[in-house]
């Protein structure tokens, strides 16, 4: 199995902090940026057109058989947009999710308060490519209080023991749109260890890691390929999510 990490495309929450450098009145699941779309869009056309610089001589594109997301607008609004270029259906894995889930904080009381997050109702009318998952709950797929961070590195553990169950051991080229706090857990849970404490590796809006898993062996190929975001005000530098 080859696995293409890619984070979505500058969100709300993003810009709001590039511009003020504070997350005060940040979206609990913000949108895409018109930066975010144009992102999302050379993400797409680049999949579809190149082939991986790191691939066969004789490949002529990057061959993705299979497209996952995170049930966040952010990440599913890239996804559709990647999907829908390289004709690939994308299949919603609510475990993709951002660290911390869906919330806001309350600041009078200092706490994260979890909020519902899109209904399947939703998710049907605003992404009608997306494969339906009819367990979503009506009321919205995050149905719980904010994720700690000690949960974290079980939910990165799951979501890597999945995807071997998966594509362990097939020719399959996975690619899931996800989110730059939770990348940090997933690298961690493919290393091996519990957290990565003394270094963070920064994971630019649609940046994509390449991790191939051949033979029980887990290789890092590259890391935020950032390459066909040619205009440089598509590379822009948000480590938050």
Excluded at 120 to 138: A, C, G, Q, T
Aim: a negative charge.
């Amino acid at each position: 199995m080859r696995l293409y990490f890619v984070r979505h495309g500058e969100s709300e929450n993003n810009e709001l902090y590039r511009r003020t450098g504070s997350d005060e009145g940040r979206s609990h699941d913000p949108k895409l940026t018109d930066i975010g779309w144009k992102q999302a869009q050379a993400t797409a056309n680049f999949l579809a057109t190149h082939r991986d610089p790191v691939g066969d001589m004789d490949e002529t594109n990057y061959g993705i058989t299979h497209v996952y997301s995170s049930l966040m607008v952010r990440a599913l609004s890239t996804a559709s947009v990647i999907g829908q270029r390289l004709g690939v259906k994308v299949i919603p894995w609510k475990d993709w999710h951002e660290n911390g889930g869906i919330y806001l904080d309350d600041r009078t009381t200092n706490q994260k308060i979890g909020l519902p997050g899109l209904c399947l109702e939703e998710i049907r009318e605003n992404f009608p490519d997306v494969i339906l998952d009819e367990s979503i709950p009506e009321n919205g797929w995050w149905d719980r209080p904010y994720e700690e961070r000690e949960e974290r590195p079980v939910r990165a553990r799951r979501v890597l023991y999945e995807l071997l169950d998966r594509h362990g051991g097939t020719d399959d080229r996975v690619l899931v749109v996800s989110h730059g706090g939770f990348y940090m857990n997933f690298l961690a849970a493919v290393l091996g260890v519990e957290e990565i404490v003394i270094a963070w590796f920064q994971l630019n809006n649609c940046g994509i890691t390449r991790i191939d898993f051949m033979d029980g062996d887990r290789r890092i190929v590259y890391h935020n390929f950032l390459c066909h975001l040619s205009d440089r005000a598509e590379v822009m530098n948000n480590i938050f999510s």
